[in-house]
């Protein structure tokens, strides 16, 4: 099926400073979806993008869908300890309705 | 609602014994997926059922996984028998309609 990538593979960031993830694909995404893993937990739905160009926001994070639906990108403003985990996006193949998910960014936040 | 949930948490057991995981998914969803997770491997999916019904089971490894939806509240996965290489973490997840996964607290597998 359509594969994500998706970037960096790990991030260190200061507390307070801001953070980004990208995912790209070859092929055009019907919609793509967010996921935060914390350490040891499970994955926990974020939010899901379903039209070109769309931008979205929850608190201090802010997702792009892009304009040819074949990236998407998640950024955290000001970081916070709570925001240590990984943040996978996983793309939706339309017709079959099942997620294949990215690689993930660990993101650490440094106190 | 408890949201899904699997059992047990943790099993532990001995290479060529059978191991059955079990899971509850969301009330009113209609879609349930099984997906393991390791370091090496990420997130990988191994079957996926739509009411009941196995749609697409291209990710189960090899003939030793099965897994069976009886009805739409409970399913299992089946590992007979098991490998060391079999070690990971299983999700089981639910949905509604190609909405957002609801996933379960997972299942940490180790086969010794």
């Known amino acids: 099926g359509q594969q994500v990538m998706q970037i960096p593979q790990y991030q260190h960031v200061q507390e307070g400073e801001d953070f980004t993830t990208y995912c790209n694909s070859s092929t055009t995404l019907s919609n793509i979806q967010w996921y935060k893993q914390r350490p040891g937990g499970h994955p926990v739905f974020l939010i899901q993008?379903?039209?070109?160009?769309e931008v979205k926001k929850q608190k201090r994070l802010t997702f792009q869908f892009g304009e040819a639906k074949k990236n998407s990108s998640l950024h955290i403003t000001a970081t916070q300890t709570t925001d240590v985990g990984t943040y996978f996006c996983a793309e939706d193949s339309g017709s079959a309705r099942q997620l294949t998910f990215g690689s993930g960014t660990q993101l650490t936040v440094l106190p | 609602d408890a949201g899904v949930i699997q059992s047990p948490r943790h099993e532990v057991t001995e290479m060529g014994q059978e191991v059955t995981l079990r899971c509850k998914p969301i009330?009113?969803?209609?879609?349930l997926f099984w997906y393991r997770q390791t370091m090496m491997r990420g997130l990988e999916l191994l079957i996926y059922?739509?009411?009941?019904?196995?749609?697409?089971d291209s990710g189960m490894p090899e003939d030793r996984f099965s897994a069976k939806m009886p009805n739409a509240s409970f399913s299992t996965l089946k590992i007979q028998p098991s490998e060391p290489r079999d070690s990971a973490v299983y999700f089981c997840?639910?949905?509604?309609?190609?909405?957002?996964?609801?996933f379960g607290s997972g299942t940490r597998l180790t086969v010794v």
């Open positions: 997840a639910s949905s509604f309609d190609g909405g957002g996964y609801t």
């Open positions: 059922f739509n009411n009941n019904v196995p749609i697409d």
């Open positions: 993008l379903v039209k070109s160009g």
């Open positions: 009330s009113g969803h209609n879609s």
